[in-house]
């Protein structure tokens, strides 16, 4: 089936566009907390999680002890232990680090991350973590060169191809946007630690402010920013790791095409699948609109919208990125889904994409009804991942006492069978 563009300023197409895939997912889907956050343990998880032989790894960005910086943890589904690898700010000054808000990679039995804070000059790290001492390690801190040229700030997830790590950071790289610039690409040598920036964003037209993290298709590593580009809503990009080289492939309207990306994409069928978390334009509770699900063509630029959400019942303000299992998408909405009196907009959802048919169905809608469903989560920012036909996330509150708003959980769905 070929795309239906609809021209919306000279040059720019958006459009309509259906691939092959398979049926949507049939039956209802039951959620299980599997873990309520509090105190040691770690409090508002804002990260995916990762799955290594059967147990579940991820961050807290706060909690863990005193000093509330957040923690890296890990969980077994089956009983649903938790057990604490390492808690941030142990050291002196946050040398090891401070809040990380993104998850953790998996290379070689190690894991790796970032923290947004903490370190020697306090922008950030990337560090290194053994789960089966606790040892931490940062392999790198942030804002070690001059007007933090090396960048500042890190808060997506990192990405590993072959022995360098691939990443990004909100702020740093020297120049625009502020005094501390508009954000970097940055590459870490796993065997050495060196670190190396591959783009210095400059805000327009390139782009600024990259909240999501990179994905690898054949050496070009693609990626969005939150702000920037033409528009100043935000970019589709991509660098080219070999000569360093940035293109933008799509700048966000802030109309019905969609507006600030903070999420990591996915490459399906040679189609980079992506959210806003704003715009869309659909006459929903909030000024620019409540998100939408698209696609770019990474060889034309044309930009495809798959869905718009609308706020109730389909949800609002998408953060997190997208998963592919068995030619369906799969993602959370950190808000909207139901309203109700304890959530204005609805506390968040878990949907499905079919990208044939760009119909969008809602597995489950966090805690729509009365008080006690706080218990069951609420704003899920992270994204999903898929085990075993299970699907696992986070919420960044609910579930637990911590002031009766709940400090966070991690849940299972599990689709029932008709």
């Avoid at 960005?61 to 690898?85: E, I, K, Q």
């Avoid at 933090?148 to 360098?164: H, K, N, Q, T, Y």
């Avoid at 806003?276 to 929903?284: M, R």
Wanted: charged residues 15%; glycine residues 18%.
């Amino acid at each position: 089936m070929k795309p239906v563009c609809i021209a919306l300023l000279a040059g720019i197409a958006a459009c309509v566009f259906a691939l092959p895939g398979l049926a949507a997912p049939t039956g209802t889907y039951k959620e299980r907390v599997l873990y309520s956050f509090f105190g040691s343990y770690g409090e508002f998880p804002e990260a995916s999680l990762i799955d290594v032989k059967g147990i579940l790894y991820g961050t807290t960005a706060a909690g863990g002890n005193a000093s509330d910086f957040g923690t890296a943890f890990s969980l077994d589904p089956r009983t649903g232990a938790v057990s604490v690898l390492h808690t941030f700010c142990s050291e002196q000054n946050c040398t090891d680090g401070a809040r990380p808000e993104a998850g953790l990679v998996d290379i070689n039995g190690k894991l790796y991350g970032t923290t947004e804070s903490g370190g020697a000059t306090d922008w950030g790290t990337v560090f290194s973590l053994d789960p089966a001492t606790g040892a931490e390690t940062v392999i790198h801190s942030f804002c070690s060169r001059g007007n933090c040229a090396d960048g500042s700030f890190p808060l997506a997830d990192l990405i590993a191809v072959g022995r360098e790590l691939y990443g990004t950071t909100y702020y740093g790289g020297g120049a625009g946007c502020s005094d501390y610039g508009c954000g970097t690409v940055f590459e870490i040598d796993l065997h050495t630690g060196r670190e190396k920036v591959l783009y210095r964003f400059g805000g327009a037209p390139d782009g600024a402010a990259p909240h999501a993290g990179l994905i690898d298709v054949n050496g070009i590593l693609y990626g969005t920013t939150e702000a920037g580009g033409s528009a100043g809503y935000g970019t589709v990009f991509s660098v080219d790791s070999s000569t360093d080289v940035e293109t933008v492939l799509y700048s966000f309207l802030s109309g019905t095409d969609g507006a600030a990306p903070v999420a990591d994409l996915v490459d399906v069928g040679g189609l980079l699948y992506g959210t806003t978390s704003e715009g869309g334009n659909t006459g929903c509770s909030l000024d620019l609109g409540c998100g939408t699900v698209f696609s770019v063509n990474p060889d034309t630029g044309a930009e495809t919208l798959i869905h718009v959400f609308a706020d109730t019942p389909d949800g609002a303000n998408p953060e997190s990125g997208l998963i592919n299992a068995n030619g369906i998408l799969y993602g959370t909405t950190a808000s909207g889904g139901g309203g109700g009196k304890l959530c204005h907009f609805g506390c968040g959802t878990v949907f499905s994409i079919d990208p044939t048919t760009a119909t969008e169905t809602v597995l489950h809608s966090f805690c729509s009804g009365h008080r006690t469903c706080l218990r069951n989560g609420t704003f899920p920012y992270s994204g999903l991942i898929s085990v075993h036909g299970r699907l696992y996330g986070t919420t960044q509150s609910g579930g637990g006492d911590c002031e009766q708003e709940g400090c966070g959980t991690v849940f299972e769905l599990k689709e029932k069978r008709r």
